[in-house]
């Protein structure tokens, strides 16, 4: 057993090392390099390995154990990012209700596969009534010759008269179009769109309140596309090679989607420093929050899931489900945080809604 204790205090010192590492690159997010990524989205595992060291220390050298509690102790400043504990405040005045929802086209496809129309009236019926004072939705689809999917005028007739658009492809326009949209209650005086290269975007709008003017960015990075389902299955099935090679899959999507982030990021921050209004950020980031997107943003803006937040705040319905992608960000000099939350029980699209409250100050 003494071997066996020397190994593992060995391999823990080196393991203890590594995690330094992760802390530096997650907290300063000085490099959207690819492999800088997957060095960032360990974060997670490296803490689930520091509780097994604690665990295993416990049963045979309890001393030792003081290690790993240290190691995870020091990852005290992304605790925020990982979990809330805050309450809801009640209502006040001067207050702004934002909604960012990734709404999966309503699924259309659905509709379009299957004639199967249950779950796009209830996402769009959802999304619609909802009340909240500006709406940051991905994935948008309209098209407003079709019966159903006539999104864009069924969202004016609920008191959101304004929008801001983005189109994914130089051929759609306003009737017909997959992309980005703010909807809004109040007056938009300016907005402006910009596609990413392959995919996704960004759009944003000047948004007048009364006597203050904010800018809403709402943010689509590109989408990674990671499906498990292949590597459960190949694995399940015993068949090794299969697995590998889905694998090698997930890993290269991840890797391209860290590649295009760093430059998709790189103009998202163009627009907020550039920006002559308080900025709030909105989107589907398509990161996780220890990740090289999300670190760039929160070096300039508040995330509301920090500042009000509660439980783990999952966003994303499908595997690998256990990740916070979708964010809302502002800045902490107009706004103030009173409440966030996550709509998990809202199941019509791959991700859940996510709904903050502020106060303008």
């Not at 690159?25 to 997957?38: E, I, K, M, N, Q």
């Not at 709402?218 to 090794?240: C, P, Q, T, W």
């Not at 090289?292 to 300039?300: E, I, L, N, P």
Request: overall charge positive.
């Amino acid at each position: 057993m003494k071997f066996k204790t020397s190994f593992f205090t060995r391999l823990y010192q080196l393991f203890l090392g590594y995690t330094l590492l992760i802390y530096a690159l997650v907290y300063f997010a000085f490099s959207g390099h690819w492999l800088v990524g997957f060095l960032m989205i360990s974060l997670p595992i490296v803490l689930l390995i520091h509780l097994g060291f604690c665990l295993f220390w416990l049963f045979f050298k309890p001393r030792n154990a003081l290690l790993p509690v240290v190691g995870l102790l020091l990852s005290f400043p992304f605790w925020p990012r990982t979990f809330g504990w805050h309450s809801a405040p009640e209502p006040s005045e001067n207050e702004i209700s934002v909604m960012s929802y990734n709404v999966m086209s309503f699924d259309v496809g659905g509709y379009l596969n299957q004639k199967e129309l249950s779950n796009a009236r209830n996402l769009i019926a959802w999304t619609r009534s909802k009340e909240v004072d500006i709406k940051c939705l991905q994935e948008f689809y309209n098209n407003s010759k079709s019966e159903y999917f006539n999104t864009l005028n069924q969202f004016k007739a609920v008191n959101h008269p304004y929008h801001a658009s983005l189109y994914g492809s130089p051929n759609q326009n306003e009737h017909n179009y997959f992309g980005l949209v703010i909807l809004s209650k109040y007056p938009i005086v300016k907005s402006k769109s910009q596609v990413f290269d392959n995919q996704n975007g960004m759009v944003y709008a000047d948004i007048k309140i009364e006597k203050d003017t904010i800018r809403v960015i709402n943010v689509h990075l590109r989408s990674m596309i990671v499906r498990f389902g292949g590597i459960k299955e190949a694995y399940k099935g015993k068949d090794y090679q299969q697995g590998k090679s889905e694998t090698r899959k997930v890993l290269g999507k991840l890797k391209r989607g860290f590649i295009h982030h760093e430059k998709e990021v790189e103009q998202l921050m163009e627009w907020i420093n550039q920006s002559p209004h308080p900025v709030m950020v909105c989107g589907d980031f398509n990161e996780t929050p220890y990740n090289y997107a999300y670190g760039q943003v929160r070096k300039r803006l508040s995330n509301a899931f920090e500042e009000a937040g509660r439980g783990f705040g999952f966003s994303y319905k499908n595997a690998p489900k256990f990740i916070r992608i979708d964010n809302q960000f502002f800045d902490s000099k107009k706004f103030e945080s009173l409440d966030f939350q996550t709509f998990s029980e809202v199941k019509y699209s791959d991700h859940y809604p996510i709904v903050g409250r502020y106060k303008l100050l």
